[in-house]
């Protein structure tokens, strides 16, 4: 019989423990690598997750720098001497540094430049704020913002209701000019016509009800808002623009279904010379006057005509009629003359209607003032050619007529009758110097040319 050597029985076992041993630190590697991998996955998440709450507070500061500074510039327009208190002036300048913001283990800052604090006009100033956060062990974010603020309108489009706008005739049509381009009413006004016909003449209304705006055989060029549901269109009618395909009568890219807007009321100034009647005329050639009377009543052949700039307070109060105008009577303001009309009765312009001169719709304004839950009636007809701006936000208003209509008409519900060329003057936007201001414009700067374009702005701060 031939035995093993006793040696090599030992050597095998030691071989085997050798290999277990070596199974056992590869396994122990690899689950080392792992934790490992594990761990930095982990700080490198903690990390970015700091990164992205220091980019989003930093933005909020951004933001929340810019609202401080609509803040002062309502204030300042509400009339009150602290609207820039903590602010540095520096002529047309304004800036802030607001501190102190703690954000958990980060602090926060930003810095505000308002390059006009004391706009006059139209002027639309910008502000630009730059927010800083810090958080120790990371590098310092910032966030960049700029805004475009300007004086809210009451005439921010051309039909505006709270309830329904409805077209009534088989061939109206709504487009937009300006009869002040350059925003200067010591220029030479502009007129309507082909060459300065625009695609801006917008329709809405804030109603969600699924008639809210009728276009049915009306010819919109421009933009059709509303609260909630489509516009109805007729057969013949359109909703278009310049970049409108041919061919297509609803333009999905002009129709708007989540519009909202604001609708302050109009309170009449409290003033005025008190007067029993009125003549053939009222006021003076180149001067301003403010009267008080009743009401205005014309008929037969009987004409009112306006002289310089008239300012008129109506006092005939809720569900009796402030303005009656049959007949052939008409109601005339040469060019040169304008008339502001505050009233809180209901209107009637018939006959010969509402003449008006002037190539600016704006020397016509109807305010209405009627804050009751039965609102007030307004009729307005004209003779050729309509120019006014009515506001009645509370009112039931019925434009008649088959020529020109040019303006803006604000009100609770709106009937467009006949074949009226409807015209929104878009300078009627700059008309309120009493409205506080609000946001044109807003971006954030990313770029690294934006960003320092304005970063100058906060030099030695």
């Known amino acids: 019989m031939i035995s093993r050597p006793p040696a090599s029985r030992p050597l095998a076992r030691r071989n085997r423990r050798g290999a277990v041993l070596i199974v056992a630190l590869l396994i122990m590697a690899v689950l080392a690598l792992g934790l490992a991998s594990y761990l930095s996955l982990n700080v490198n998440s903690a990390r970015q ?21 609509l803040w002062s510039f309502n204030q300042a327009n509400a009339g009150s001497a602290a609207a820039w208190n903590g602010w540095t002036i520096a002529g047309p300048a304004a800036r802030r540094t607001l501190t102190g913001f703690e954000l958990g283990s980060a602090t926060g800052s930003v810095k505000v430049h308002v390059d006009n ?37 009451r005439f921010s489009a051309g ?29 030479a006004a502009v007129a309507y016509g082909t060459d300065t016909r625009n695609d801006r003449g917008s ?32 057969r013949n009618g359109s909703i278009s623009g310049r970049d409108t395909p041919a061919g297509v009568n609803v333009d ?16 009449a100034p409290a003033d005025g010379t008190p007067i029993a009647s009125l003549g053939s005329t009222l006021g003076t050639a180149g001067t301003a006057t403010r009267w008080r009377t009743s009401g205005i009543t014309l008929n037969g052949r009987q004409t009112l005509t306006i002289l310089g700039d008239v300012t008129l307070i109506l006092t005939a109060g809720s569900g009796a009629r402030a303005i009656d105008i049959t007949g052939n009577a008409s109601l005339v303001i040469p060019d040169g003359s304008s008339l502001t009309v505050y009233v809180e009765g209901d209107v009637l312009v018939a006959g010969n209607g509402l003449a008006n001169g002037n190539v600016r719709p704006a020397t016509c304004l109807i305010y209405g003032t ?27 208003v019925k434009i008649n007529g088959n020529g020109d209509v040019m303006g803006s008409v604000v009100g609770r519900s709106i009937d467009l009758t006949g074949n009226a060329d409807f015209h929104y003057d878009e300078s009627l936007q700059n008309l309120d110097a009493d409205m506080p201001f609000g946001v044109e414009h807003w971006r954030e700067l990313t770029t690294e040319s934006a960003r320092r374009a304005k970063t100058g702005l906060f030099d030695g701060w």
């Open 252 to 267: 999905p890219a002009r129709v708007t279904t989540d519009f909202t807007a604001t609708f302050p009321d109009i309170t």
């Open 203 to 234: 329709v809405a209304s804030v109603s969600v009800g699924t008639r809210s705006v009728l276009v049915n055989q009306a010819a919109v060029w421009g933009h059709v808002y509303t609260g909630g549901a489509q516009p109805e269109v007729g």
């Open 159 to 187: 039909l505006l209701a709270k309830e329904a706008v409805v077209f009534s005739g088989t061939r109206a049509s709504v487009d937009s000019w300006s009869s002040d381009p350059d925003n200067n009413p010591a220029t």
């Open 370 to 396: 009627n804050t009751s839950p039965a609102g007030q009636s307004m009729q307005i007809a004209g003779n050729g050619g309509l120019r006014t701006a009515v506001y009645a936000p509370n009112a039931d």
């Open 117 to 153: 604090h004391a706009p006059s006009g139209n002027a639309r100033p910008t502000v630009v704020a730059l927010a800083a956060v810090r958080a120790p062990g990371t590098p310092e974010v910032t966030k960049m913002v700029e805004v475009t603020l300007r004086r809210r309108t």
């Open 49 to 69: 997750a700091q990164r992205g709450f220091q980019q989003a507070a930093a933005f909020n500061l951004a933001e929340a720098g810019a609202e401080e500074a």
